[in-house]
């Protein structure tokens, strides 16, 4: 097995990711980081990047050679007990063919209520230079409509 090089990482081992992204179909491949070899096992929550957010996923399955010649890292392992047994994740995939449903959500569905978190818009209020005119309407002005 060829270890890909990220950056200054050797990745010797690579895992099959869904991330926590309902939307989005098929696995991701990622190198598992020498540091987090040890604690990595199929079935556990992670956090990994992609594209340029920072999301969670469930790893599904250890594989030789990556999809991809430049595998992203694991960034980190969210729980060391694995959060799917071997038998959802069958089922999930199963599930995923069988509907024609992204294996993400089908995954979602066997996760405990706040175990996972997807990725969030956060929004925020600027304050701006520029003044709004708000005028009101008069009484009267406009006919109410049927």
Do not use: W
């Not at 926590?20 to 956090?47: H, K, M, S, W």
């Not at 996760?111 to 929004?123: A, F, I, N, T």
Request: glycine share 6%; net charge neutral; with cysteine.
């Amino acid at each position: 097995m060829e270890p890909c090089v990220e950056g200054f990482v050797t990745c010797p081992m690579f895992v099959q990711i869904a991330v926590n992204v309902p939307t989005i179909t098929g696995l991701f491949d990622y190198c598992i980081p020498p540091e987090l070899i040890a604690r990595v096992n199929v079935g556990q929550l992670v956090t990994i990047p992609f594209g340029r957010q920072t999301v969670q996923g469930v790893i599904l399955r250890f594989v030789d050679i990556p999809s991809i010649a430049e595998p992203k890292s694991i960034i980190e392992t969210l729980d060391p007990q694995p959060v799917l047994t071997f038998a959802q994740i069958m089922l999930a995939e199963e599930l995923s063919r069988s509907t024609l449903s992204p294996i993400a959500a089908i995954i979602g569905l066997m996760l405990p209520p706040g175990l996972s978190q997807q990725g969030d818009v956060l929004y925020s209020v600027r304050r701006s230079s520029h003044r709004r005119v708000v005028t009101s309407l008069q009484p009267g002005k406009f006919k109410r409509g049927c």
